[in-house]
């Protein structure tokens, strides 16, 4: 729909600068003129245009956001935390990265409360009360994807060694 929206403005800026503009003289020019305002002409092909093309990719946005949720799938898993330290900023930082790798949501969960894996700070306010509980283990709840990657990251100790396997090679801070 915007691009036809688009092309729409197309036609009617050549509408526009062929029979109203002062390119053309002529009796062609005058009859036009009579009947449309060349100033609010512009307007309305420029404001309404641009409008409503924003206004179907934003909604576009949202049907295609909405479909890709349909078909990403959230699971739930279990995983060791981070020794010996807990989440601290480094283990929630390789978190947050895997988070924001993938579409959809990725939350930990502890005891009923969701925290949001995409922000830092979120993580190491559930890293202290896990510290404060003891607890030894901890459940992730996203996609597929997210989730994989976090059993990966919990399998290695979350690079606390610095040793990145290679499926998470995209968390290291030199990219390589």
């Known amino acids: ?13 050549h509408f526009y600068e062929r029979h109203e503009d002062d390119i053309r003289h002529g009796e062609c020019k005058q009859n036009i003129s009579r009947m449309v305002n060349k100033d609010e002409l512009l307007t309305h092909i420029v404001n309404f245009g641009f409008n409503f093309s924003q206004h179907f990719l934003r909604e576009g946005d949202k049907i295609a956001t909405a479909i890709l949720k349909s078909f990403v799938g959230n699971v739930r898993v279990e995983v060791t935390i981070p020794q010996p330290l807990g989440f601290h900023a480094r283990p929630s930082t390789y978190i947050s990265l895997i988070a924001r790798q993938y579409e959809g949501d990725l939350h930990m969960l502890i005891d009923g409360d969701k925290y949001n ?13 896990l510290a404060d509980k003891g607890y030894k283990t901890v459940e992730f709840e996203g996609s597929k994807q997210a989730i994989e990657d976090v059993k990966v990251l919990s399998q290695h100790n979350y690079c606390e060694e610095g040793e990145f396997p290679r499926k998470l090679s ?4 030199d990219g390589a």
């Open 170 to 173: 995209y968390l290291r801070p």
């Open 1 to 13: 729909m915007p691009l036809h929206l688009l092309e729409v403005i197309l036609w009617l800026c």
């Open 117 to 129: 894996a995409k922000s830092v700070m979120s993580l190491l306010q559930a890293g202290g009360a």
